[in-house]
């Protein structure tokens, strides 16, 4: 299936919503912003998005955001990933795209998600020749992004 961040915002923030509802917590209107912030920015981290929301809504505190995030992550609607920078990231799980690898670009930092089947199907592969019913993995590969080598003097 194929994830369109716009197309599929809705369908996120009404499950966000049902979620929090369910878990006897409210959507608040600045949940909701740090909710949204994220949908559309994805892999940042607590400082990042706090910048982020207060450019829309400058009410939004530091503690707001790092309790949303951990709410949200215990709700099992973001992930926190670490890219090798020290510092924990989020992004949404969005239902619709559940799996996804990431290319990390150790220079800028640069973060791109990823999919192929290939590789996918490789992994199995490799876990079942070794005996392992492979039950989740990640992938994260790091190297540098076609801007930073286009940069990089020759």
Request: hydrophobic share 35%; glycine share 6%; proline share 3%.
């Amino acid at each position: 299936m194929t994830f369109d961040p716009v197309a599929d915002w809705p369908a996120w923030r009404d499950r966000v919503v049902d979620r929090l509802q369910r878990d006897h917590q409210r959507a608040t209107p600045q949940r909701m912003r740090i909710v949204e912030t994220l949908w559309h920015h994805g892999h940042l981290n607590v400082d990042e998005l706090h910048r982020e929301v207060r450019k829309a809504d400058a009410s939004v505190g530091y503690a707001t955001v790092y309790r949303t995030l951990k709410l949200l992550e215990r709700c099992g609607l973001v992930n926190c990933s670490n890219f090798g920078d020290g510092t924990a990231r989020y992004e949404v799980h969005s239902g619709a795209a559940e799996h996804h690898d990431h290319m990390i670009c150790t220079d800028c930092g640069t973060i791109v998600e990823f999919e192929n089947d290939a590789i996918e199907l490789l992994q199995e592969e490799v876990a079942r020749s070794h005996g392992y019913v492979l039950k989740s993995h990640r992938m994260d590969l790091f190297g540098i992004c076609p801007a930073c080598q286009a940069l990089a003097p020759r």
